[in-house]
């Protein structure tokens, strides 16, 4: 008979995504034996994740704080918001370290099948925001896929007529030469997309 | 290309075939209901893991068991590949030499079949989601991007339904997936009539050999409801252009309805004899052959794309073709050097098809055996 406080952290790890019940087990057990104060240090840091992280009432990314970094940051230029699907593509745009505007985080795309409509998305927010005029551009950065394309076709019916500049992200071949990598849709859409030198 | 060996495992009432067949004919006979087209089918599955036949894939795992596995060793482009999928608890998973496959595009790019069952004869004759069908089958073997673009189109198009069904949408949620589907749309016009341009003037002429119809046959791609645009030279942002305005054109219409009613869902494939429908007014004889004719062209097509021909599967044609027309499919074949596989009822009909070199299998009741009684009793 295991005890119960174990078996209830195994539950509760294992419903994690990724996770298995075995693996789930695992990491109670590594928890368990950890030294120090790695379980109450663990414990604190989930709590807060929750009760202190929140979205910036701006652009919607994640902050604990009133305003998220990139709101806040007076260097960065306002004059280009990026706006994209989930916090996750925001920070891997931010990687780029190319990137020097705002986001706005719009927390899904346009998905009828999905039951996802533009209410359900920070559109009516994205509106608002471009109400004091700082914003020239726009670039909708949504997957090239079939909702990414249609929530930035959509967006672009709404920003044009505002005056907005709005441009799409390229698509194609990932840079570093894997052409051999690629698969045959991208490839044959980047042979159609080719452009004289 | 050229399959070297083949196992099948628990695969609907095959439970346990091996074998190696032939370079050229391997000639599978059996009464109905015995399995014979199951071994097509488990092959056909192995080269696009895709069912032959319509129907979930639970129904591929052999009854009271909980997989299926199909094995074959290829010969592919000089080096030898094994390719294995398993079927079971409704999904389907590839390998290729052991390693799951990640994509079916991998694979797609090297083997390549070509099936032609009694079903496919119908297709002059029977509904235009089976010349579809069978449109597009030829366009995933010649262009190997299309299974995810027309999945695009088939999501974009799903979507929008769906959207229609929901009721009155602000305008720009509507339009923004009309465009979406416009251009997704207007890559699959001109995937089909690439083809189409390749595959009608080979099948014409396939047909002038084997049709004895003075009439010539013309077979054409033409996208219903599409206005103004001259679809034979438009490029692609035009063929979105005109599809979008049709699209919108239709809004109301297609709202009451809940479904979209203009796109490469909707088309047909026309077929034609000396100008007139075959579909109405072309003869049994005269439609099988007008199938025959697209069949050997589509195998001919992808012989000159590809470098190499393609495996082919013949399930119980000839029984279905006048003696005249299948002994000339059945020449072509033994000319062609294509690895070929057949199944019929009868043995003696194939023979054209078959060489010293032939393998033939006995198939009773699941069972498949090598078989030189069967061919004996049969030829007589």
Redesign the interface.
């Known amino acids: 008979m295991t005890p119960d406080p174990l078996n209830r952290l195994v539950a509760q790890l294992a419903k994690l995504p990724g996770i298995g019940e075995k693996t789930a087990q695992r990491l109670a057990f590594h928890i368990l034996r950890a030294p120090g104060e790695y379980a109450a240090e663990l414990s604190q840091a989930i709590r807060e994740v929750k009760e202190k992280v929140h979205l910036c009432t701006r652009c919607f990314s994640l902050t604990d704080t009133e305003l998220c970094g990139f709101c806040r940051d007076s260097k960065r230029d306002e004059r280009t918001l990026c706006v994209v699907e989930t916090f996750a593509d925001l920070m891997a745009l931010e990687r780029t370290r190319e990137f020097k505007g705002r986001y706005h985080v719009l927390h899904g795309v346009l998905s009828p099948l999905d039951g996802v409509g533009p209410e359900q998305l920070r559109i009516k927010e994205l509106l608002e925001r471009l109400g004091d005029g700082r914003v020239e551009e726009l670039i909708l950065a949504t997957n090239p896929d079939v909702e990414g394309e249609a929530t930035a076709l959509y967006l672009t019916r709404l920003l044009k007529p505002m005056g907005l500049r709005v441009s799409r992200i390229a698509q194609g071949l990932p840079m570093g030469g894997d052409l051999e990598y690629a698969d045959q849709a991208t490839l044959a859409k980047a042979l159609s997309a080719r452009r004289e030198l | 290309m050229r399959l070297l060996s083949l196992q099948v495992r628990d695969f609907r009432n095959l439970s346990q075939v091996s074998l190696a067949p032939s370079e050229h004919a391997t000639i599978a006979v059996g009464q109905n209901g015995q399995g014979k087209t199951n071994l097509l089918e488990a092959l056909y599955l192995l080269a696009t893991l895709k069912p032959l036949r319509a129907g979930r894939l639970s129904e591929l795992v052999r009854w009271g068991t909980q997989s299926a596995r199909v094995v074959g060793r290829f010969l592919l482009k000089g080096a030898e590949r094994e390719i294995a999928v398993e079927v079971g608890g409704g999904v389907r998973q590839a390998f290729v030499d052991g390693k799951k496959a990640a ?1 079916l ?1 991998d694979y ?2 090297g083997v390549s079949v070509v099936a032609f069952t009694p079903d496919d004869l119908e297709v002059v004759k029977g509904g235009p989601d089976a010349r579809r069908t069978f449109l597009d089958r030829a366009v995933f073997n010649r ?3 299309y ?3 027309s999945r ?1 189109y088939g ?2 198009l ?3 339904n ?2 229609l069904r ?1 009721g009155p ?2 305008p ?2 509507l ?3 009309d ?2 589907l416009a ?2 749309g207007a890559r699959v016009y001109v995937r089909r009539r690439a083809l189409m341009a390749e595959l009608g003037p080979r099948a014409r002429a396939t047909f002038e050999a084997i049709g004895r119809t003075p009439e010539p046959a013309a077979y054409g791609y033409h996208p219903a409801h599409l206005g103004e645009v001259d679809f034979a030279t438009a490029d ?1 942002a035009t063929l979105a252009g005109a599809l979008r305005e049709a699209l919108a054109t239709r809004t109301r219409r297609d709202g009451e309805r809940g479904f979209t009613s203009v796109g490469p869902h909707v088309d047909d494939v026309t077929v034609t004899l000396g100008k007139r429908s075959a579909r109405a007014y072309a003869s049994q004889g005269q439609q099988r052959a007008l199938v025959l004719g697209w069949k050997i062209a589509e195998i001919e097509n992808l012989e000159a794309a590809l470098g190499f021909l393609p495996l082919l599967l013949l399930d119980d044609v000839s029984s279905e073709l006048d003696p005249e027309r299948n002994a000339y499919l059945m020449n072509y074949l033994s000319a062609s050097g294509a690895q070929v596989f057949l199944t019929t009822t009868d043995g003696s009909l194939v023979r054209g098809a078959a060489a010293e070199d032939s393998l033939w299998l006995g198939v009773r009741a699941g069972e498949v055996t090598s078989a030189g009684a069967v061919l004996e009793s049969s030829s007589v």
């Open positions: 994509s595009e797609f790019g262009f190997p991007a299974l995810k673009e695009e999501r974009a799903k979507n929008r769906r959207l929901a949408v602000e720009a949620y339009e923004a997936y465009e979406t251009r997704a692609e």
